[in-house]
């Protein structure tokens, strides 16, 4: 479904990414872990070109993003959670979720108000419709940046850290969220240091370091049976703790 | 397309330029506040200067129209063609003929020092190291420089704030005219007797013009010789000022820069002027700003309109870090040379364009103040760079901006006291035509002090009532 080949970025002399290859099936709900800075944000970002890879390509469904024109069309396919929520403070919840279909013509403003209000009843806030962002605690707001994604019909969902920025006792009502779009079957590449939630929630696990793919596989073959050292030394540190 | 555009232009400037040599009328260029050569007296410009450019007027049938510009400023007024003849007891001196063409003197003129009634200095050949006042420019300012290398000159922008230097003690004499002098001194000052220099005054026109010269000539001549001049000069100073009545109260005081003779009516005039080139200014600078800030967005975004970024960076560079005083001057004296247009237009596009760089750095840093994840949400919704910055980053940038553009009014309104330099009759230089007529500057000044501060205060207002909005808008 996705497919990413060589990718490479720099920020001006610093090579971030050294060449990164990876394929991502329809339903794969994919974990990326690895050490601060080892680029796994970066690359969560490089995927639907909110950073501009420095060469490689990042191919949706056979249609290269990388100077594609239709770049804006094809967005709306990938969904994008932020570690800040990044809602749009000067609109309440319902605007921030219908902003964009409305805007694209995707749907007309009824409808989409009809589809947000089904969307906010599915995350538990369809009372706060008229509430503006800073209205809401962070757990809520992370729901409504989801809810923002899925009105866009996307395929494909990357989240960006989305439980880092929460307090501990909201943690659990995003990560419930999460459970349910996986098991209605949505593609899924998730960026955390949250290594308990990926190694239970991920199907398939990427270690990257060093701004490589260092090691891939299923959530037990990385967890249990690590092969890599640089993974195996990781792993340690985290247990330590 | 440009070309088609730089053709419109050229031809629209030779017919501005065409329409304005046709006139029938005749420039002076002066600066009415040199009693009683030029003065202001019932909301007009009188004096013997005007009244002689009367006669030249009527010589050639052409009608007089007086404009009143700063004393620096009337050779240039007159070397750009914007005003015909200058005169405003302009004494002969070598560099001023460098620059446009003398007339015959109509007028001996003697440069006298004014000293306090207990002052030790009995003669001009007694000044060593002391401080003198002059008027910026004047004949006097530029003989003490020349010839009196220990003494310390200080040069006012006008002869009534040398003659309060003197009267706070601040300087030891003036030096100026003795015709004037003699309408400008209270009864603790004296003139001394030994002028410092005697010189001629004459009227000047632009260099080369001979056919305008020889009329000057021909009616200065015959003012001369019929006796005319002395009996114009003798009408002005024969004139009561208020001056001369000792002891006003306060309420006189007042009554003098307010009522008397209608002076109410320069304020009234200068704070239509300053609002209106405020106001005007505001426009344009909007206008401007919002076209710069806006392509420098785009170009920083998409990298498009490479060339308006370059343009939009230039044009803010060279506002913001020259003077405005300077701006104006380029504006009206050498982009506007051959133009005869309205000044108040000048000031109004003057400040406009320097408003506008300063507008377009505010909204910029309206932009840059919205949260980068909020734009880059947009992104990845798939809206395109359009979207994002009309529906997200504008509403949220307005926030910042408009308090500050607000600001930026404020200064404006300030800032068109500078106005005065190319003769535009804005507050400020209200307050100076009130004080050159009642020889005191602290009601004119309190009372424009006062009114700008009004306006301020009640924008201020404005600005906080706009920003609880905005704040309240969003929540």
Same mark, same amino acid.
């Given at each position: 479904m996705l497919v990413v080949k060589d990718l490479k970025k720099s920020f001006g002399k610093k090579e971030v990414l050294k060449g990164i290859d990876l394929t991502i099936e329809k339903g794969d709900v994919l974990g990326i872990i690895g050490p601060? +800075?080892? +680029?796994k944000s970066t690359f969560l970002r490089c995927l639907n070109l909110l950073e501009k890879p420095t060469s490689g390509h990042v191919i949706l469904e056979g249609d290269?993003?990388?100077?594609?024109?239709?770049l804006d069309k094809i967005r709306r396919k990938i969904g994008m959670v932020f570690q800040q929520f990044n809602l749009f403070e000067n609109m309440t919840v319902l605007e921030n979720i219908t902003l964009a279909p409305i805007l694209l013509k995707i749907m007309s403003r009824e409808d989409a108000k009809k589809e947000a209000i089904k969307l906010l009843d599915k995350i538990g806030l369809k009372d706060k419709a008229d509430n503006y962002p800073e209205e809401l605690s962070g757990g809520q707001k992370q729901r409504v940046a989801i809810a923002r994604s899925l009105i866009m019909k996307c395929e494909i969902m990357l989240f960006d850290e989305p439980t880092s920025a929460l307090d501990p006792e909201m943690i659990g009502e995003v990560t419930e969220l999460m459970r349910q779009l996986r098991n209605e079957g949505m593609t899924m590449v998730i960026v955390s240091h949250e290594i308990s939630f990926i190694k239970n929630f991920c199907n398939k696990v990427v270690f990257m370091s060093d701004g490589k793919i260092q090691e891939m596989g299923t959530s037990e073959e990385i967890f249990e049976h690590p092969k890599n050292e640089l993974l195996i030394n990781f792993l340690s540190k985290i247990n330590k703790r | 397309m440009k070309k088609k555009i730089i053709y419109l232009f050229l031809i629209i400037m030779i017919l501005v330029s065409g329409c304005g040599s046709k006139k029938k009328t005749l420039t002076l260029a002066t600066e009415a506040g040199f009693a009683p050569y030029e003065y202001y007296k019932n909301g007009e410009i009188v004096g013997v200067d005007i009244d002689i450019g009367k006669e030249i007027a009527k010589e050639l049938g052409m009608e007089l129209v007086i404009k009143d510009v700063a004393f620096d400023s009337i050779i240039s007024e007159v070397k750009t063609e914007k005003s015909d003849i200058g005169a405003a007891g302009i004494s002969y001196t070598q560099e001023r003929a460098k620059e446009v063409d003398f007339t015959i003197d109509y007028m001996e003129s003697r440069q006298i020092l004014i000293v306090k009634n207990n002052s030790k200095i009995k003669s001009p050949s007694q000044l060593t190291n002391e401080k003198v006042a002059v008027q910026l420019g004047s004949v006097a300012d530029e003989y003490l420089t020349e010839n009196y290398p220990y003494l310390t000159v200080v040069r006012e922008k006008k002869f009534l704030a040398a003659m309060q230097d003197l009267r706070d003690d601040k300087v030891s004499a003036v030096a100026m005219d003795e015709i004037p002098a003699k309408e400008l001194i209270t009864s603790d000052m004296v003139i001394l007797d030994d002028a410092l220099v005697v010189d001629h005054y004459g009227m000047i026109v632009k260099k080369g013009n001979q056919e305008l010269l020889n009329k000057v000539n021909k009616v200065i001549k015959r003012l001369k010789e019929d006796g005319t001049i002395d009996n114009i000069l003798l009408k002005h100073l024969g004139l009561k000022t208020e001056k001369t009545q000792k002891k006003q109260t306060i309420i006189d005081k007042f009554y003098y820069s307010v009522i008397y003779d209608g002076r109410y009516k320069y304020i009234i005039e200068g704070l239509k002027n300053t609002i209106l080139i405020a106001l005007g200014a505001v426009v344009i600078g909007i206008l401007l700003g919002g076209i710069t800030a806006v392509s420098r967005n785009i170009y920083d975004n998409t990298n498009k309109f490479k060339i308006m970024n370059e343009l939009s960076k230039l044009y803010v560079t060279i506002i913001r870090g020259t003077p405005s005083t300077l701006q104006l001057m380029i504006i009206y004296y050498v982009i506007f040379k051959a133009v005869s247009v309205n000044i108040v237009l000048v000031g109004i596009l003057a400040f406009g364009i320097n408003s506008g760089a300063y507008v377009s750095e505010i909204i910029r840093a309206g932009f840059n103040s919205v949260k980068k994840g909020q734009i880059e949400a947009g992104y990845a919704l798939g809206l395109h760079y359009s979207q994002v910055t009309s529906k997200i980053v504008l509403p949220e940038a307005l926030k910042n901006i408009l308090p500050a553009l607000g600001n930026e009014f404020i200064t404006l309104v300030k800032e068109t006291s500078i106005g005065a330099y190319i003769g535009i009759i804005e507050l400020t230089k209200a307050s100076d035509i009130i004080a050159s007529r009642t020889y005191d500057y602290f009601f004119p000044l309190m009372i424009i002090g006062l009114i700008y501060l009004c306006i301020t205060l009640f924008l201020s207002k404005c600005i906080h009532i706009m920003e609880v909005r905005l704040n309240h808008a969003s929540r």
């Amino acid at each position: 479904m996705l497919v990413v080949k060589d990718l490479k970025k720099s920020f001006g002399k610093k090579e971030v990414l050294k060449g990164i290859d990876l394929t991502i099936e329809k339903g794969d709900v994919l974990g990326i872990i690895g050490p601060s +800075g080892c +680029g796994k944000s970066t690359f969560l970002r490089c995927l639907n070109l909110l950073e501009k890879p420095t060469s490689g390509h990042v191919i949706l469904e056979g249609d290269d993003l990388i100077d594609n024109k239709e770049l804006d069309k094809i967005r709306r396919k990938i969904g994008m959670v932020f570690q800040q929520f990044n809602l749009f403070e000067n609109m309440t919840v319902l605007e921030n979720i219908t902003l964009a279909p409305i805007l694209l013509k995707i749907m007309s403003r009824e409808d989409a108000k009809k589809e947000a209000i089904k969307l906010l009843d599915k995350i538990g806030l369809k009372d706060k419709a008229d509430n503006y962002p800073e209205e809401l605690s962070g757990g809520q707001k992370q729901r409504v940046a989801i809810a923002r994604s899925l009105i866009m019909k996307c395929e494909i969902m990357l989240f960006d850290e989305p439980t880092s920025a929460l307090d501990p006792e909201m943690i659990g009502e995003v990560t419930e969220l999460m459970r349910q779009l996986r098991n209605e079957g949505m593609t899924m590449v998730i960026v955390s240091h949250e290594i308990s939630f990926i190694k239970n929630f991920c199907n398939k696990v990427v270690f990257m370091s060093d701004g490589k793919i260092q090691e891939m596989g299923t959530s037990e073959e990385i967890f249990e049976h690590p092969k890599n050292e640089l993974l195996i030394n990781f792993l340690s540190k985290i247990n330590k703790r | 397309m440009k070309k088609k555009i730089i053709y419109l232009f050229l031809i629209i400037m030779i017919l501005v330029s065409g329409c304005g040599s046709k006139k029938k009328t005749l420039t002076l260029a002066t600066e009415a506040g040199f009693a009683p050569y030029e003065y202001y007296k019932n909301g007009e410009i009188v004096g013997v200067d005007i009244d002689i450019g009367k006669e030249i007027a009527k010589e050639l049938g052409m009608e007089l129209v007086i404009k009143d510009v700063a004393f620096d400023s009337i050779i240039s007024e007159v070397k750009t063609e914007k005003s015909d003849i200058g005169a405003a007891g302009i004494s002969y001196t070598q560099e001023r003929a460098k620059e446009v063409d003398f007339t015959i003197d109509y007028m001996e003129s003697r440069q006298i020092l004014i000293v306090k009634n207990n002052s030790k200095i009995k003669s001009p050949s007694q000044l060593t190291n002391e401080k003198v006042a002059v008027q910026l420019g004047s004949v006097a300012d530029e003989y003490l420089t020349e010839n009196y290398p220990y003494l310390t000159v200080v040069r006012e922008k006008k002869f009534l704030a040398a003659m309060q230097d003197l009267r706070d003690d601040k300087v030891s004499a003036v030096a100026m005219d003795e015709i004037p002098a003699k309408e400008l001194i209270t009864s603790d000052m004296v003139i001394l007797d030994d002028a410092l220099v005697v010189d001629h005054y004459g009227m000047i026109v632009k260099k080369g013009n001979q056919e305008l010269l020889n009329k000057v000539n021909k009616v200065i001549k015959r003012l001369k010789e019929d006796g005319t001049i002395d009996n114009i000069l003798l009408k002005h100073l024969g004139l009561k000022t208020e001056k001369t009545q000792k002891k006003q109260t306060i309420i006189d005081k007042f009554y003098y820069s307010v009522i008397y003779d209608g002076r109410y009516k320069y304020i009234i005039e200068g704070l239509k002027n300053t609002i209106l080139i405020a106001l005007g200014a505001v426009v344009i600078g909007i206008l401007l700003g919002g076209i710069t800030a806006v392509s420098r967005n785009i170009y920083d975004n998409t990298n498009k309109f490479k060339i308006m970024n370059e343009l939009s960076k230039l044009y803010v560079t060279i506002i913001r870090g020259t003077p405005s005083t300077l701006q104006l001057m380029i504006i009206y004296y050498v982009i506007f040379k051959a133009v005869s247009v309205n000044i108040v237009l000048v000031g109004i596009l003057a400040f406009g364009i320097n408003s506008g760089a300063y507008v377009s750095e505010i909204i910029r840093a309206g932009f840059n103040s919205v949260k980068k994840g909020q734009i880059e949400a947009g992104y990845a919704l798939g809206l395109h760079y359009s979207q994002v910055t009309s529906k997200i980053v504008l509403p949220e940038a307005l926030k910042n901006i408009l308090p500050a553009l607000g600001n930026e009014f404020i200064t404006l309104v300030k800032e068109t006291s500078i106005g005065a330099y190319i003769g535009i009759i804005e507050l400020t230089k209200a307050s100076d035509i009130i004080a050159s007529r009642t020889y005191d500057y602290f009601f004119p000044l309190m009372i424009i002090g006062l009114i700008y501060l009004c306006i301020t205060l009640f924008l201020s207002k404005c600005i906080h009532i706009m920003e609880v909005r905005l704040n309240h808008a969003s929540r």
